[in-house]
């Protein structure tokens, strides 16, 4: 076998196996972010990647080289990790996008692995998105490391020198400002020229709501205490509105609480159509438990999961257990606020 | 006819172990012990971004499906909170960035409304003729990798072929081919010279007449319609129960556009309609898809036509016409009130909706909350594939031009 290795790598016939491969660089249907728009463009007509021998393949087993478009997540590292290992020799992997170099814009979000921890990269491409022409010269540059056995950097730094006698620019310090105790109201009213509006909040009062405010044009905010929200909501179904447009969730360390939030709106009558309704609940944070409406409005079923990956909160009713959104090894309840990310270095300071 | 069956003891396969099913073992095992079968559906697959599709057949009939979504997701909410307001501005876009105009703008004007900012007229069609020519290049590529699920690759060509003369406009226009975070609190970051929204004029008349050479190949190629045509119906009752939106919305015939509902920018002084199908099928779909373009090509057409001349920055953020120089020193320090503000925006996949909670003191959002059109219609989605066949379910996700790195964010 080794021999047969070796005939292979270093024999007579080698020269043309690796002209061979350099002419046939399948990329496997790998398309892990937004980048991707600009790979589809990289290989239709407008750049036509396939004139210099690559052409997009969607089995791993018969292709050679992957593509890592952007970020690669917790989930999809994993996914990264079979593709490659399907994949016969010899293969390659050129990352595209900030994404893929070091997090570019979500460099501190939580669900954010670094291909290159993941598979052995033999180019980067940098950009957000790349170009077209940036992807079919990373391609090029693949090509030439196959023709010389060198990997070459495309990238070309210029020397810069300091200018003398110029006052250095001063670059602004940390520009932001985050309050120490925020005080959080959502249903805070303003005065808007809307008629209807008042009409249907005369209406909404004789539920059993805690407070109504019209906190915008076309906006009504409902508070309900936690255990009245479900006949609350029976009760809004049959005044017409019919599905949840967000579930939300805002927490709120410093009172110790959770609020619940459901917007919801109607498609079914038309003067509704405009109108966000904005249902809200408080829960306590060390047990935060409240109604699903999944059962009423189905559109809320899979935001409801979400928040529940994302807070903790349970919502009693809804049949889901376990992780929906995350994956099995992000941190736990990453929204709360007493989850941190990482902060950014001002150069100015 | 009659169903037979064997009484052979079934064990489902060992590596459904490894594989990190997010659905329970008992469901597994429920599901071998009923003579069916659960077959997944990706993450690696022809589609563009990616996700897993858990799917339970009898026979080759759909019984259920189970998304497992989250392979994209990139924890938008979270970073957002560490930002400041304007950084969030190419933050937000990246979801979708062949529908950033759109995206950009939802999030913008839930600042503005938090500020109580007046946009200029010129600034408000500017960022029309931005938002309908993303909306043009999403539909686009969504005919694209509908074609290549079909397996029909010059049409998957020809859009973007066409795709390039919109991302040609957006690069004149604002610099940048995809991502072009133009679109500012307050207005747009600089004016756009005459010689150009001419030269876009004319670029709707070259995508028009590539349009029917497309209608042609592929939106009226039999083969396609008997692929699309009555596959993955949602009735009108049942795409508002799951809270569809958008095109597909509109697709099972509901009258519901956030720019007629509730107008924003320029859409309530340019003459446009709804398109409505009744079918609410994969070709519906489609075909509401590639109306809307035509509607998007006229709505542009007008804009530039009409087109106030004047400032394109408020003066509530600063003084000259041009923030070029000095944003920073305008935007960086930018507060909002107290409360919480929540904007519906159309993109092209349907409604976005941002909301923003501020404590009113500090510079970055305390709370933001983005709920894109892929997350709204997944439900649907799901319901749709519902007693078809597996070979009619890459037309379905086609057809809903699913694009999981926007559901996911």
């Known amino acids: ?349 | 006819m009659k169903e037979i069956a064997i009484d052979v003891p079934v064990e489902p396969p060992k590596e459904l172990e490894s594989l990190f099913l997010p659905i329970p073992k008992e469901y597994v095992e429920e599901v071998y012990r009923n003579d069916e079968f659960l077959i997944l559906v990706g993450p690696q697959h022809p589609g563009s971004g990616h996700m897993r599709l858990i799917v339970r057949v009898k026979g080759d009939v759909i019984q259920e499906v189970i998304p497992d979504p989250g392979y994209v997701h990139r924890a938008i909410e979270k970073i957002a909170e560490t930002r400041l307001y304007v950084q969030n501005i190419p933050l937000v876009e990246r979801p979708a960035i062949m529908d950033s105009a759109n995206l950009n703008l939802g999030y913008v004007r839930a600042i503005e409304d938090g500020m109580d900012l007046e946009v200029p007229e010129r600034a408000k069609y500017l960022r029309t003729i931005l938002a309908e020519l993303c909306r043009i290049g999403t539909h686009l590529y969504d005919a694209a990798i509908l074609s290549v699920f079909l397996g029909h690759t010059t049409g998957f060509m020809y859009p973007f072929g066409i795709r390039e003369l919109i991302c040609e406009s957006l690069v004149k226009m604002t610099g940048a081919r995809f991502t072009s975070s133009f679109i500012i609190p307050g207005g747009v970051r600089r004016d756009v010279s005459k010689e150009i929204l001419d030269w876009i004029y004319s670029a709707t008349f070259a995508i028009e007449k590539r349009l029917r050479s497309f209608e042609r190949l592929f939106i009226k190629n039999p083969t396609v319609v008997a692929r699309l045509k009555d596959v993955g119906v949602l009735s009108k009752k049942e795409a508002i129960e799951f809270g569809v939106v958008g095109p597909f919305l509109r697709a099972s015939g509901v009258e519901y556009d956030v720019r007629k509902v509730e107008p924003y920018e320029a859409y309530d002084k340019v003459d446009w309609d709804i398109v409505v199908a009744d079918d609410g099928d994969s070709y519906s779909r489609f075909l509401v898809r590639v109306n809307e373009v035509a509607q998007s090509l006229k709505i542009i057409r007008q804009c530039i036509a009409e087109i106030p001349g004047g400032k394109v920055i408020s003066d509530q953020i600063c003084e000259g016409n041009d923030i070029r120089g000095e944003f920073f020193e305008k935007l960086a320090g930018i507060v909002l009130p107290a409360g919480e503000f929540t904007t519906l925006t159309e993109a092209a996949r349907g409604s976005v909706i941002y909301t923003i909670v501020s404590d009113g003191e500090s510079n970055v959002p305390y709370r933001l909350r983005v709920v894109t059109p892929g997350w709204l219609y997944l439900r649907g989605f799901m319901e749709s594939l519902k007693g078809e066949r597996l070979a009619d379910l890459q037309a379905i996700y086609g057809s809903f031009g699913y694009f999981p790195p926007e559901a996911d964010r």
């Open chain 1, 1 to 349: 076998m080794d021999e047969f290795l070796n005939f292979i790598k270093s024999g007579k016939l080698a020269p043309l196996k690796s002209w061979g491969t350099k002419w046939s660089l399948w990329p496997v249907h790998l398309v892990t972010a937004c980048c991707g728009a600009e790979l589809a463009h990289a290989f239709a007509c407008g750049y036509d990647g396939e004139r210099i021998g690559a052409l997009n393949y969607g089995i791993a087993r018969q292709t050679n080289l992957i593509i890592v478009e952007g970020a690669i997540t917790r989930k999809m590292a994993r996914v990264l990790k079979i593709t490659w290992e399907q994949m016969p020799d010899p293969k390659f992997v050129i990352v595209m996008g900030a994404c893929g170099l070091n997090g570019g814009v979500f460099w501190n979000g939580y669900n954010l692995v670094r291909p290159s921890e993941v598979v052995p990269v033999d180019f980067f491409i940098p950009g957000c998105p790349p170009t077209p022409e940036a992807l079919l010269r990373g391609i090029r540059q693949l090509q030439k490391k196959l023709e010389t056995g060198e990997a070459e950097s495309s990238a070309y730094f210029y020397d810069l020198r300091l200018e003398k006698g110029k006052p250095p620019r001063r670059l602004p310090g940390v520009p932001k400002k985050i309050s120490a105790a925020p005080s959080i109201v959502v249903n805070r009213p303003r005065k808007v020229d809307w008629a209807f509006g008042g009409e249907l909040c005369e209406k909404l009062k004789v539920l059993r709501v805690e407070s109504v405010a019209i906190t915008g044009k076309n906006r009504i905010a409902l508070k309900v205490s936690a255990d009245k929200l479900r006949e609350v909501a029976i009760e809004l179904k049959k005044m017409g509105f019919d599905h949840v447009k967000s579930v939300n969730v805002v927490d709120v360390p410093g009172e110790n609480k959770f609020i619940v939030e459901y917007h919801i709106s109607s498609y079914s009558s038309k003067e509704l159509m405009p109108v966000i309704l904005n249902v809200f609940a408080e829960v306590p944070r060390n047990e935060a438990k409240i109604d699903s409406l999944s059962d009423l409005f189905p559109s809320a079923d899979y935001m409801e999961r979400e928040m529940q990956d994302f807070f903790g909160i349970s919502f009693k009713g809804n049949p889901w257990k376990g992780k929906f959104l995350l994956a099995p090894d992000t941190p736990e309840f990453p929204l709360r606020k007493e989850f941190k990310l990482q902060e950014e270095i001002y150069v100015g300071d």
